[in-house]
């Protein structure tokens, strides 16, 4: 359950350990390539093999890091005022658009963005992976292109509860 803590929103430890999980997963072949390089130094040490297990242990180390700040996430945010309309996920505009009395918003993503994807307005709804909301002045659609994202069971869509993960690159479209 989510906990209120003055005005700063505290994420699920639940959410929060799906997120850490995936990243020992994404992990596991780094781990993988450093125990390749240690055993091909312990096993094969006369054979001038130093330089090679050094260069993978190397990448090995290089890439285990990597994914480790790919998987960034924050456990407490400070909690929008209950009308706001907030961004699900940490990005830079790439595009706004106008035209046909729509207006059309991308919002791109990083590698090392964080990972997680926030419930954009108290009154937002899960349909067919998109994030929709219907407000006063019209819909306003949040649609994702990530190779991978998963989302939440049972999410809370209270503003600012975090309902999914999106790994790696990818884009968002805001449609108002």
């Known amino acids: 359950m989510l906990e209120k803590s003055g005005?700063?929103?505290?994420?699920?430890?639940?959410?929060?350990?799906?997120?850490?999980?995936?990243?020992?997963r994404a992990q596991v072949p780094a781990l993988v390539l450093l125990a390749a390089a240690?055993?091909?130094?312990?096993?094969?040490?006369?054979?001038?093999?130093?330089?090679?297990?050094?260069?993978?242990?190397?990448?090995?180390?290089?890439?285990?890091?990597?994914i480790g700040l790919s998987y960034r996430f924050r456990q407490k945010i400070l909690q929008p005022?209950?009308?706001a309309l907030v961004s699900p996920l940490q990005g830079k505009v790439s595009f706004i658009r106008h035209g046909d009395g729509v207006?059309?918003?991308?919002?791109r993503k990083i590698m090392l963005d964080r990972v997680e994807i926030r419930s954009p307005h108290s009154s937002c709804r899960l349909d067919d992976g998109a994030l929709l909301v219907d407000g006063i002045a019209g819909k306003v659609s949040f649609?994702?292109?990530?190779?991978?994202?998963?989302?939440?069971?049972?999410?809370?869509?209270?503003?600012?509860?975090?309902?999914?993960?999106?790994?790696?690159?990818?884009?968002?479209?805001?449609?108002?």
Do not use: H
């Open 38 to 66: 240690i055993a091909l130094n312990a096993f094969f040490p006369s054979r001038n093999l130093y330089s090679l297990a050094l260069a993978l242990a190397l990448v090995a180390i290089a890439w285990y890091l990597f």
């Open 7 to 24: 005005q700063f929103l505290l994420s699920e430890a639940a959410s929060l350990r799906r997120i850490k999980f995936a990243q020992f």
């Open 103 to 107: 207006t059309l918003l991308g919002i």
């Open 143 to 176: 649609r994702f292109s990530f190779r991978r994202i998963e989302w939440f069971p049972k999410p809370d869509f209270r503003a600012g509860t975090l309902i999914g993960m999106a790994v790696g690159a990818g884009t968002c479209t805001v449609s108002l």
């Open 81 to 83: 005022p209950a009308s």
